[in-house]
């Protein structure tokens, strides 16, 4: 059984960079053929891809994003982090860490593992 798990702050102050691990067990980032995948979903609107990086190691943005955010990994962890510069209180959202087929997640059932989310709240 896959399981994947957030972790970061809940509470980011403005223009700071927010950084977000996800741990994996019952997988692997390096050998699973998927995408390992952040998404957001702010308050009272819908999923937001935001990037994801392939078992090989390349990663993809969202156009949305590139400017600003960046995803890696740290192997000896299994582990995959999200790291968003110059955060504004539109940041505000849960953020997930997936595991899925497909590039983009834009519905729940695009991903076939995913964490329980976290809260992070832009605000001064």
């Known amino acids: 059984q896959v399981q994947l798990q957030e972790s970061g702050p809940g509470l980011v102050k403005p223009s700071q960079t927010l950084s977000l691990t996800c741990t994996v067990s019952g997988g692997s980032i390096t050998t699973d053929r998927v995408y390992w995948t952040w998404i957001r979903q702010p308050p009272g609107k819908g999923l937001e891809w935001m990037g994801a990086?392939?078992?090989?190691?390349?990663?993809y943005v969202s156009p949305s994003l590139k400017s600003r955010a960046s995803i890696s990994r740290d192997t000896s962890k299994n582990q995959f982090t999200l790291q968003l510069d110059s955060v504004t209180p539109e940041d505000t959202a849960v953020y997930h860490c997936?595991?899925?087929?497909?590039?983009?997640?834009?519905?729940?059932?695009?991903?076939?593992?995913w964490g329980q989310g976290t809260q992070v709240t832009v605000s001064s």
């Open positions: 990086i392939a078992y090989s190691g390349l990663t």
């Open positions: 997936a595991r899925a087929g497909r590039l983009k997640v834009t519905a729940r059932e695009d991903g076939d593992y």
